[in-house]
């Protein structure tokens, strides 16, 4: 580049843009970031569950329906507000618990179709006696060679 001289404008907006595409797609800020909003609609979802259904249940067992609001007052203002505490640790539980179902049962292992011939490592059915590539007989799935 001559003295003097720069880069068009165009250009460095071209290259920025190109940048902050790759970022996007080559670091999985795009899937990272449907995570979070996936996350926060789950969570807004379980925080309804928890408000409205588990928590007028455990109300109607406690004695006096507030628990919440429960509290030590230690003196003027100053109070710990162990009831709040305690209802953010059962939304918390019950969070984790949907997310972990959703997860564990969206993630399952399928049940393996194939199995490696030992002789030659070639992918064969589960149910197979004999290699389709090598020709060798294989232990069938229970165990003893056909």
Do not use: H
């Amino acid at each position: 580049m001559a003295w003097g001289t720069r880069p068009r404008q165009g250009d460095a907006v071209k290259a920025y843009a190109k940048e902050f595409r790759d970022f996007l797609f080559k670091q999985n800020a795009l899937a990272l970031a449907v995570g979070v909003i996936i996350g926060a609609a789950v969570s807004k979802v379980v925080s309804g569950i928890v408000d409205d259904v588990l928590m007028p249940i455990v109300g109607v067992v406690l004695p006096g329906g507030e628990w919440r609001n429960a509290q030590l007052q230690l003196s003027g203002a100053n109070a710990i507000k162990y009831g709040d505490l305690i209802g953010r640790l059962i939304d918390f539980l019950f969070i984790a618990l949907v997310v972990f179902v959703l997860v564990k049962t969206l993630l399952r292992e399928a049940v393996p179709t194939t199995r490696p011939c030992p002789q030659c490592l070639e992918a064969i059915p589960i149910a197979a006696r004999r290699c389709k590539a090598c020709g060798q007989p294989v232990a069938a799935a229970g165990g003893v060679p056909g």
